[in-house]
Nanobody
Framework: QVQVVESGGGLVQPGGSLRLSCAAS????????MGWYRQAPGKEREMVAH???????NYGDSLEGRFTISRDNAKNTVYLQMNSLKPEDTAVYYC?????????WGQGTQVTVSS
């Protein structure tokens, strides 16, 4: 099976930065895409960033320019660099992986932006 584990969340002040990591392990043959989503209390899950096997990326509304997704194929790991963080970025951030028509989700990592 495939396991997806997020790390790097925590408490950061407004204007600060965090880098989240998402490491996939297990039966990894060919990753089609990986992405980041987030969910704040009382809100629906929102797509943050997505990267395909070909390296193309897309971002959620109003996030491109502050957030950057990247990957290390040798480590089966995707990163989310978050800059100029705002209190409204506070959420649980989830990573997912698509392979062979299946979607695998991590357990999430909490990001809290507060002074």
């Amino acid at each position: 099976q495939v396991q997806v584990v997020e790390s790097g969340g925590g408490l950061v002040q407004p204007g600060g930065s965090l880098r989240l990591s998402c490491a996939a392990s297990g039966s990894i043959f060919s990753i089609d895409a990986m992405g980041w989503y987030r969910q704040a209390p009382g809100k629906e899950r929102e797509m943050v960033a997505h990267i395909t096997s070909g390296g193309s990326t897309n971002y959620g509304d109003s996030l491109e320019g502050r957030f950057t997704i990247s990957r290390d194929n040798a480590k089966n790991t995707v990163y989310l660099q978050m800059n100029s963080l705002k209190p409204e970025d506070t959420a649980v951030y989830y990573c997912n992986l698509a392979q062979m028509g299946y979607i695998y989700w991590g357990q999430g990592t909490q990001v809290t932006v507060s002074s």
